[in-house]
């Protein structure tokens, strides 16, 4: 038996919609049978990843937290990924907007300096980003170096300045030799949405830049010209739009809300710079923006539903000893999973006996 | 054993799962699919070729479970970017992120566990000579076999027909399709074999290269691995030279690094990224496009009736 594909006359509206959750219900009865495999009751661990979380108030709070850095890199990306471009490194681009803001509130700290720290880290970290996803993309319009593996690249580096610095130069001298550096003030800190818990404003610039992306994709030249480029780049240059500046765009764009998504995580949720200030999201915020089919409400809504497997993981470390490794693992089959779901809208499988030709 | 001959053994066992892993993945995109997974297949292989070693004590047993871990891996991508004719990026992703989380949940129970190493095959009066001798002719039994499989890939690649055929398919799959030959299948089998290469260099890494088993070992050597196949423009040859100048910088700089010279240990760390950056960069400076470059690497086939 052979396995064809056929291309299908017309996409079927419902199809496009139904084929992400398909993908999550696979991609999670595999991570069922995976738990089932090391020995666990793959109901009970349906419980803690995803039913307990949703009843508990405070670990709705902790949804939103989570949610917030994926859902900012994957409206970044999105834009990428429209114009079939591949920013792999917003890892990076979150550490260095990270160093960028954080770099304000060490130089600012104990000085009672006002209420203009707080903008200005928050300017810092975007252009932080901006710059260094500007980086990839000025190789490939100026050079043609693939910016796959560069922006790739550029993530370890990221990664080791931010090592270096919070456990040599930045360090805390009064902080018993812990490599991270002082707390940072209160005005340097982003404040909690509510008197209670733990959402702070960094789920409203989410909000913001899901909104601002739905409008710009939608209604505007820009939206257009990305979606032209990525689905038919001969048309593209066509119509007189350069595929460079297109690139430096959406780099500059993608770099910069993966700065400020690493700029509100340190100033809103960790508080200091540490060695290690994101459990991957730059990484996990690829799977979310395909799970989103690349539209920021949909990549809000995928936010929140892979945060769950965040939160689900970290209580399942705890009550099931399960690895952690595990929901990098799901994440992984995930993507597999929307992306195969992605392909099956536009192509019909067909099986075909072997010897017969079609 | 003086230092220089130390380095430069560190050297050729630093550089040569980089070459298996390149040669693999260079097969895999002649043939037009680009494979991102290169990282996750590598740590699959590590993990479960170490942990087949401690469980049966055999390297043997260990290395076959670590092709056999890649091969599945690449299998896997298989089904989705040819059988569902999904977007090769994405999925070669995904297939990284799958790779490093399975690979720790297998790994898991071998942390801590420490293997002895395996013989060396020594070359009776060649290793003897004055020099070099003990360095070129005393090493361990990969060594030999992966310089050996670089010469096989570029005889295959070049003066054999079904090479011809593959390097057919990724350069023109409509055209090859229209001639007859059998497009979705070279890329399967040219995608296994990435996956059994880069297995077997991360069995490479478990087994001989730290004999023990942590996760993250792989630490980006698939992504450099990728690097060098687009370094040595597609050319097995170049592969093997690009290979021993990375393991090089990793050695030299691992050696700085012990030798505190004021430099921090970090940006010696990131040299082998930024280097990989810069030949990428010098690369794309001296050919205005990319050499060598398969013309339907990484676009998906679907063939018509």
Same mark, same amino acid.
């Given at each position: 038996?052979?396995?064809?594909?056929?291309?299908?006359?017309?996409?079927?509206?419902?199809?496009?919609?139904?084929?992400?959750?398909?993908?999550?219900?696979?991609?999670?009865?595999?991570?069922?049978?995976?738990?089932?495999?090391?020995?666990?009751?793959?109901?009970?661990?349906?419980?803690?990843?995803?039913?307990?979380?949703?009843?508990?108030?405070?670990?709705?709070?902790?949804?939103?937290?989570?949610?917030?850095?994926?859902?900012?890199?994957?409206?970044?990306?999105?834009?990428?990924?429209?114009?079939?471009?591949?920013?792999?490194?917003?890892?990076?681009?979150?550490?260095?907007?990270?160093?960028?803001?954080?770099?304000?509130?060490?130089?600012?700290?104990?000085?009672?300096?006002?209420?203009?720290?707080?903008?200005?880290?928050?300017?810092?970290?975007?252009?932080?980003?901006?710059?260094?996803?500007?980086?990839?993309?000025?190789?490939?319009?100026?050079?043609?170096?693939?910016?796959?593996?560069?922006?790739?690249?550029?993530?370890?580096?990221?990664?080791?300045?931010?090592?270096?610095?919070?456990?040599?130069?930045?360090?805390?001298?009064?902080?018993?030799?812990?490599?991270?550096?002082?707390?940072?003030?209160?005005?340097?800190?982003?404040?909690?949405?509510?008197?209670?818990?733990?959402?702070?404003?960094?789920?409203?610039?989410?909000?913001?830049?899901?909104?601002?992306?739905?409008?710009?994709?939608?209604?505007?030249?820009?939206?257009?010209?990305?979606?032209?480029?990525?689905?038919?780049?001969?048309?593209?240059?066509?119509?007189?739009?350069?595929?460079?500046?297109?690139?430096?765009?959406?780099?500059?764009?993608?770099?910069?809300?993966?700065?400020?998504?690493?700029?509100?995580?340190?100033?809103?949720?960790?508080?200091?710079?540490?060695?290690?200030?994101?459990?991957?999201?730059?990484?996990?915020?690829?799977?979310?923006?395909?799970?989103?089919?690349?539209?920021?409400?949909?990549?809000?809504?995928?936010?929140?539903?892979?945060?769950?497997?965040?939160?689900?993981?970290?209580?399942?470390?705890?009550?099931?000893?399960?690895?952690?490794?595990?929901?990098?693992?799901?994440?992984?089959?995930?993507?597999?999973?929307?992306?195969?779901?992605?392909?099956?809208?536009?192509?019909?499988?067909?099986?075909?006996?072997?010897?017969?030709?079609? | 054993?003086?230092?220089?001959?130390?380095?430069?053994?560190?050297?050729?066992?630093?550089?040569?799962?980089?070459?298996?892993?390149?040669?693999?993945?260079?097969?895999?995109?002649?043939?037009?699919?680009?494979?991102?997974?290169?990282?996750?297949?590598?740590?699959?292989?590590?993990?479960?070729?170490?942990?087949?070693?401690?469980?049966?004590?055999?390297?043997?047993?260990?290395?076959?479970?670590?092709?056999?871990?890649? %091969? #599945?891996?690449?299998? !896997?991508? *298989?089904?989705?970017?040819? @059988?569902?004719? /999904?977007?090769?990026? +994405? $999925?070669? &992703?995904?297939?990284?992120?799958?790779?490093?989380?399975?690979?720790?949940?297998?790994?898991?129970?071998?942390?801590?566990?420490?293997?002895?190493?395996?013989?060396?095959?020594?070359?009776?009066?060649?290793?003897?000579?004055?020099?070099?001798?003990?360095?070129?002719?005393?090493?361990?039994?990969?060594?030999?076999?992966?310089?050996?499989?670089?010469?096989?890939?570029?005889?295959?690649?070049?003066?054999?027909?079904?090479?011809?055929?593959?390097?057919?398919?990724?350069?023109?799959?409509?055209?090859?399709?229209?001639?007859?030959?059998? %497009? #979705?299948?070279?890329? !399967?089998? *040219?995608?296994?074999?990435? @996956?059994?290469? /880069?297995?077997?260099? +991360? $069995?490479? &890494?478990?087994?001989?290269?730290?004999?023990?088993?942590?996760?993250?070992?792989?630490?980006?050597?698939?992504?450099?691995?990728?690097?060098?196949?687009?370094?040595?423009?597609?050319?097995?040859?170049?592969?093997?030279?690009?290979?021993?100048?990375?393991?090089?910088?990793?050695?030299?700089?691992?050696?700085?690094?012990?030798?505190?010279?004021?430099?921090?240990?970090?940006?010696?760390?990131?040299?082998?990224?930024?280097?990989?950056?810069?030949?990428?960069?010098?690369?794309?400076?001296?050919?205005?496009?990319?050499?060598?470059?398969?013309?339907?690497?990484?676009?998906?086939?679907?063939?018509?009736?």
């Amino acid at each position: 038996m052979r396995l064809e594909l056929v291309p299908r006359a017309s996409i079927s509206p419902t199809l496009r919609a139904v084929a992400p959750v398909a993908a999550f219900v696979i991609a999670f009865l595999v991570a069922g049978l995976v738990i089932w495999i090391l020995g666990r009751s793959p109901l009970a661990a349906f419980r803690v990843y995803m039913s307990d979380p949703l009843q508990d108030p405070w670990a709705l709070q902790e949804l939103v937290v989570k949610a917030t850095p994926m859902a900012l890199i994957a409206v970044g990306l999105s834009y990428c990924f429209r114009a079939n471009l591949w920013n792999i490194g917003a890892e990076g681009q979150y550490v260095i907007g990270a160093i960028c803001g954080g770099w304000l509130a060490l130089a600012t700290h104990g000085t009672e300096a006002g209420p203009w720290v707080l903008p200005a880290m928050l300017a810092l970290g975007i252009v932080g980003g901006a710059l260094y996803g500007l980086i990839p993309a000025f190789l490939k319009v100026r050079f043609g170096v693939s910016e796959i593996l560069t922006s790739l690249m550029l993530v370890y580096v990221a990664q080791l300045a931010l090592d270096y610095l919070a456990r040599g130069p930045w360090r805390d001298p009064k902080g018993f030799n812990f490599p991270q550096s002082v707390t940072f003030d209160p005005s340097a800190t982003l404040p909690p949405v509510f008197e209670t818990g733990r959402v702070h404003y960094g789920a409203t610039f989410a909000l913001c830049a899901v909104l601002v992306t739905a409008f710009v994709l939608g209604y505007t030249l820009f939206g257009y010209r990305l979606r032209l480029t990525g689905d038919a780049p001969r048309a593209a240059r066509f119509a007189g739009f350069s595929s460079k500046v297109t690139t430096l765009a959406v780099f500059a764009i993608s770099g910069g809300l993966a700065g400020l998504a690493g700029i509100t995580e340190v100033s809103g949720q960790i508080g200091q710079l540490q060695p290690t200030i994101s459990p991957g999201y730059g990484f996990t915020a690829i799977t979310v923006a395909f799970l989103g089919r690349l539209h920021p409400i949909g990549i809000m809504v995928a936010s929140l539903v892979v945060a769950l497997t965040f939160i689900g993981g970290e209580s399942a470390q705890i009550l099931l000893k399960l690895p952690l490794d595990l929901t990098t693992a799901f994440q992984g089959i995930l993507l597999l999973c929307v992306l195969a779901a992605d392909a099956l809208v536009s192509y019909r499988l067909r099986f075909v006996a072997r010897g017969v030709r079609a | 054993m003086t230092t220089y001959e130390a380095i430069l053994l560190t050297i050729i066992t630093a550089s040569t799962p980089l070459l298996l892993a390149a040669l693999g993945e260079l097969v895999a995109e002649r043939s037009g699919v680009l494979n991102l997974g290169v990282e996750g297949m590598m740590a699959m292989g590590a993990a479960c070729s170490f942990g087949a070693a401690v469980a049966f004590d055999s390297s043997l047993l260990g290395v076959l479970c670590g092709i056999l871990a890649g %091969v #599945l891996m690449a299998a !896997l991508f *298989a089904l989705v970017v040819l @059988g569902f004719a /999904a977007n090769q990026v +994405g $999925s070669g &992703l995904a297939l990284t992120i799958l790779g490093l989380g399975l690979s720790g949940l297998i790994g898991a129970p071998f942390v801590g566990s420490r293997r002895d190493p395996i013989a060396l095959i020594t070359i009776p009066g060649l290793s003897d000579l004055p020099g070099l001798g003990r360095i070129v002719f005393s090493q361990d039994p990969f060594v030999y076999g992966t310089l050996a499989l670089t010469a096989m890939v570029a005889w295959f690649l070049t003066r054999s027909r079904p090479g011809l055929t593959l390097r057919s398919v990724g350069e023109n799959h409509t055209s090859a399709h229209a001639l007859g030959l059998p %497009v #979705l299948k070279t890329r !399967l089998l *040219a995608v296994l074999f990435g @996956g059994a290469c /880069a297995g077997l260099a +991360g $069995s490479y &890494l478990s087994l001989v290269y730290t004999r023990f088993w942590a996760p993250g070992m792989t630490a980006g050597r698939g992504w450099i691995a990728l690097a060098l196949v687009v370094f040595a423009a597609w050319r097995p040859g170049w592969a093997l030279v690009g290979a021993y100048i990375f393991g090089a910088a990793t050695v030299l700089q691992l050696h700085a690094q012990a030798a505190q010279m004021g430099v921090p240990s970090q940006l010696l760390s990131a040299a082998p990224y930024l280097a990989t950056i810069l030949a990428l960069l010098l690369l794309s400076i001296r050919h205005a496009r990319a050499v060598g470059a398969p013309g339907s690497l990484g676009v998906p086939f679907v063939p018509d009736r």
